[in-house]
């Protein structure tokens, strides 16, 4: 299948653009210091100054709109639904494709659709082809998905294509790196209690987040969640969350500290919005949270 029309480069090339960018702009006269320094906005930066406040409500700073995906109007994935932010004001967005895990509908998780677009993404969350999918046809589907969304959809006027990224549950999150493996393009990943029988990713280059519970034990996170980690190269960035006490089906009831992670790493990485970078690096503590681990520093 056709990948995106455009692409954006990776990690320190994508790092080079933005240095040339902001010279230009102070070259121009355009950058302005609140404080006498200069500073600039990241070209894709999407809505107010993030907060903690903000990252943990229920909704973000984006109105947010749903339409419905029939399996019968698509192909290479079974339909779903697609959450995007109303306002046409900031120019366009990144976007998301998110698959549930194995024997689950796209509902089991859809709390996940109108939470992230209110920060800023339109999101697809995806029914499978069918319940049984392995991760490798899911990650096929994501990128299906992202296909259709950003080419034959009714909002893809709304998307930049060249802002990316994937995300599921279980073998939806295994699919999630098989997806990314196979399109380096992508801008992140986020896996959610991933299961995949491949324990090796080495050639993994896209950022990629990964959130395991700790007393999960369909896809315990030390044969899965952390060998993932372990075997991503630090250069493609990369970071591992695990949920104090978590079972396996976290993700299917609303988890502020999986919601305000996940929306800081799509920030940060398909928006290269660094104001988030602050979210990441040192990165979540509390109750919660059983561990973290980051690449830091990001910028």
Same mark, same amino acid.
């Given at each position: 299948?056709?990948?995106?029309?455009?692409?954006?480069?990776?990690?320190?090339?994508?790092?080079?653009?933005? $240095?040339?960018?902001?010279?230009?702009?102070?070259?121009?006269?355009?950058?302005?210091?609140?404080?006498?320094?200069?500073?600039?906005?990241?070209?894709?930066?999407?809505?107010?100054?993030?907060?903690?406040?903000? !990252?943990?409500?229920?909704?973000?700073?984006?109105?947010?709109?749903?339409?419905?995906?029939?399996?019968?109007?698509?192909?290479? =994935?079974?339909?779903?639904?697609?959450?995007?932010?109303?306002?046409?004001?900031?120019?366009?967005?990144? *976007?998301?494709?998110?698959?549930?895990?194995?024997?689950?509908?796209?509902?089991?998780?859809?709390? $996940?659709?109108?939470?992230?677009?209110?920060?800023?993404?339109?999101? /697809?969350?995806?029914?499978?082809?069918?319940? +049984? &999918?392995?991760? &490798?046809?899911?990650?096929?589907?994501?990128?299906?998905? !992202?296909?259709? +969304?950003?080419?034959?959809?009714?909002?893809?006027?709304? /998307?930049?294509?060249?802002?990316? *990224?994937?995300?599921?549950?279980?073998?939806?999150?295994?699919?999630?790196?098989?997806?990314?493996?196979?399109?380096?393009? !992508?801008?992140?990943?986020?896996?959610?209690?991933?299961?995949?029988?491949?324990?090796?990713?080495?050639? +993994?280059?896209?950022?990629?987040?990964?959130?395991?519970?700790?007393?999960?034990?369909? *896809?315990?996170?030390?044969?899965?969640?952390?060998?993932?980690?372990?075997?991503?190269?630090?250069?493609?960035?990369? *970071?591992? +969350?695990?949920?104090?006490?978590?079972?396996?089906?976290?993700? %299917?009831?609303?988890?502020?500290?999986?919601?305000?992670?996940?929306?800081?790493?799509?920030?940060?990485?398909?928006?290269?919005?660094?104001?988030?970078? %602050? =979210?990441?690096?040192?990165?979540?503590?509390?109750?919660?949270?059983?561990?973290?681990?980051?690449?830091?520093?990001?910028?």
């Amino acid at each position: 299948m056709s990948s995106p029309t455009t692409t954006r480069p990776r990690s320190l090339p994508a790092r080079a653009a933005r $240095l040339a960018l902001a010279a230009t702009l102070l070259a121009t006269g355009v950058l302005v210091g609140t404080t006498g320094a200069a500073q600039a906005a990241g070209p894709y930066e999407r809505g107010p100054a993030p907060t903690t406040a903000i !990252l943990e409500a229920s909704r973000g700073p984006f109105a947010t709109a749903s339409q419905s995906v029939s399996s019968l109007s698509v192909t290479g =994935f079974g339909g779903g639904v697609i959450y995007y932010p109303t306002s046409t004001s900031e120019g366009t967005f990144g *976007a998301i494709a998110i698959s549930p895990g194995y024997t689950a509908a796209w509902s089991s998780i859809s709390w $996940l659709g109108p939470r992230i677009a209110s920060h800023g993404f339109v999101v /697809i969350g995806i029914e499978t082809n069918t319940r +049984l &999918d392995q991760p &490798d046809s899911r990650g096929r589907q994501l990128l299906a998905a !992202l296909d259709y +969304l950003t080419q034959r959809s009714s909002v893809r006027s709304r /998307i930049d294509s060249s802002r990316l *990224a994937v995300a599921g549950h279980s073998m939806g999150g295994g699919g999630t790196l098989e997806a990314a493996s196979s399109r380096p393009s !992508l801008q992140a990943a986020v896996p959610l209690a991933p299961w995949n029988t491949d324990k090796s990713w080495s050639e +993994l280059r896209v950022p990629t987040l990964i959130i395991g519970g700790e007393s999960d034990t369909v *896809a315990p996170v030390a044969t899965h969640s952390v060998p993932f980690y372990n075997s991503i190269p630090s250069s493609a960035e990369k *970071a591992y +969350l695990e949920l104090n006490g978590a079972s396996h089906f976290f993700p %299917q009831t609303v988890n502020t500290p999986t919601a305000r992670q996940m929306v800081a790493w799509l920030k940060r990485f398909v928006d290269d919005d660094t104001r988030y970078e %602050q =979210f990441l690096c040192p990165g979540p503590s509390g109750s919660q949270i059983e561990e973290y681990r980051n690449t830091c520093p990001s910028s």
